[in-house]
């Protein structure tokens, strides 16, 4: 009896020690879908795959990046077209991390940096074109969007797969003048 006592302590004792440990980042537990950047006294060391990884503390630090593909959406944004029409746009950014380390030593946050970049792109790309070139063009103005954000950001191992331009609002006074235009348009064509 002494000795199951005794054997229970133990275990208990040693289970304390490993949670802490663990606490201290000795184990380190990755899933399929992570990698561990792992850097000794602060400079880079190698990237972990998945699986069980000793860290060694206050020597090794591990960062843990998901590679998983994320999706997110652009916060409505005000621009002014090249014709000088008020836009509010939205977008849809598909993105993951290709290159943990770069991600992790290029990068702060790679969430914030895709949304800033995005915004930036969006912004620029958009207040070049005219009302009519957006609203007919609008899939090739995706495509140079997604381009110009993906050779942006594979510096630091962020990877766009889709970039797509949501919604594209404008002044209902710009609206009805439109209709108003193609209506013209259209009488004119029946006249002759």
Do not use: W
């Amino acid at each position: 009896m002494n000795s199951i006592k005794k054997l229970s302590t133990t275990a208990i004792k040693f289970t304390k020690q490993t949670q802490r440990f663990n606490k201290r980042g000795f184990f380190k537990i990755l899933n399929q879908y992570e990698r561990g950047v792992v850097f000794n006294f602060g400079k880079f060391h190698t990237v972990k795959e998945a699986g069980f990884h000793i860290v060694i503390p206050f020597i090794q630090k591990c960062d843990i990046v998901d590679i998983r593909t994320f999706t997110y959406t652009l916060d409505k944004q005000k621009i002014i077209s090249k014709d000088n029409i008020n836009l509010t746009v939205d977008a849809l950014v598909v993105f993951r991390i290709h290159d943990p380390k770069l991600a992790v030593t290029k990068a702060n946050d790679c969430i914030l940096l895709v949304n800033e970049m995005a915004q930036i792109k969006v912004c620029e790309i958009l207040s070049h074109n005219t009302l009519d070139q957006v609203l007919h063009n609008r899939d090739k103005i995706s495509n140079q969007i997604h381009d110009e954000l993906k050779e942006a950001l594979n510096k630091y191992g962020v990877t766009i797969e889709y970039l797509k331009l949501k919604d594209i609002h404008f002044d209902e006074t710009i609206a009805k003048a439109i209709a108003k235009k193609v209506e013209a348009a259209n009488l004119r064509d029946i006249k002759n």
